[in-house]
């Protein structure tokens, strides 16, 4: 993989705005599928309309169903609204480790990313010792 450190064009954060909403259109795809398998016809209607887990708690629905559910998700939900909130900042595209930028090949194919390649690996060696 080749590696491109440089500051990102406005016309490419948008394009990976594009992609983290995608994205995260798809992780609520996912729980409405796991929720309408497991709940009584009665919330079915309720849960095609879930977009946000704050949806969820709203409705009379069994918690332990849904939190469990959504558990599974969170933590690609958490990165997703995490770097949209970077690109709302203005901070998108930067390593929160090196502050360097992260190499564009892998934010095409990890938008969410937040460390670039070189301190993922680092991070990756100490969580291991
Ligand atoms: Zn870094």
Redesign the pocket.
């Known amino acids: 993989m080749s590696k491109t450190r440089r500051p990102l064009a406005e016309n490419e954060i948008k394009a990976f705005k594009e992609q983290l909403l995608q994205e995260k259109e798809k992780l609520w795809e996912e729980i409405r599928q796991d929720l309408l398998d497991r709940v009584g016809e009665e919330y079915q209607d309720f849960i095609k309309t879930v977009k946000e887990e704050e949806d969820l708690a709203q409705a009379d629905l069994d918690e332990e169903i849904w939190l469990g559910i959504v558990e599974a998700r969170k933590a690609e939900l958490e990165a997703i609204a995490h770097a949209l909130w970077k690109i709302d900042k203005g901070d998108y595209g930067k390593?929160?480790?090196?502050?360097?930028w992260?190499c564009l090949e892998r934010l095409q194919v990890r938008p969410q990313s937040v460390?670039?390649l070189?301190?993922?690996k680092e991070l990756e060696q100490l969580n291991k010792l």
């Open positions: 390593c929160e480790r090196c502050r360097r992260i460390y670039c070189d301190c993922k």
